[in-house]
């Protein structure tokens, strides 16, 4: 039985306890096979997350965007707040 929503899918666990995802799910969120991933538990939900590689992590792009002299003016000011 699976019954799909937008961003949801309904499955049974396999009579051994396993959770297969269907493959548009792992499509979706880049899961390949042999992948690790990080299964954690957040009150009563398993959150399902992908690892991803040293290389994934260098090959994309930064979050922030910020200049060496900015760094290092916000190091300075931090530092007065904090003693460092």
């Not at 699976?2 to 880049?30: Q, W, Y």
């Not at 992948?35 to 009563?44: A, E, M, V």
Request: no cysteine.
């Amino acid at each position: 039985m699976t019954i799909h929503t937008d961003n949801a899918i309904i499955v049974k666990i396999g009579s051994k306890g396993e959770i297969f995802p269907p493959k548009e799910i792992r499509k979706r969120l880049g899961f390949n096979p042999n992948q690790p991933i990080l299964l954690y538990i957040h009150h009563d939900q398993l959150i399902v997350r992908k690892l991803h590689s040293i290389e994934e992590i260098l090959n994309s792009p930064p979050k922030t965007k910020i200049s060496y002299h900015a760094w290092k003016q916000f190091k300075r000011e931090l530092g007065e707040d904090y003693e460092i």
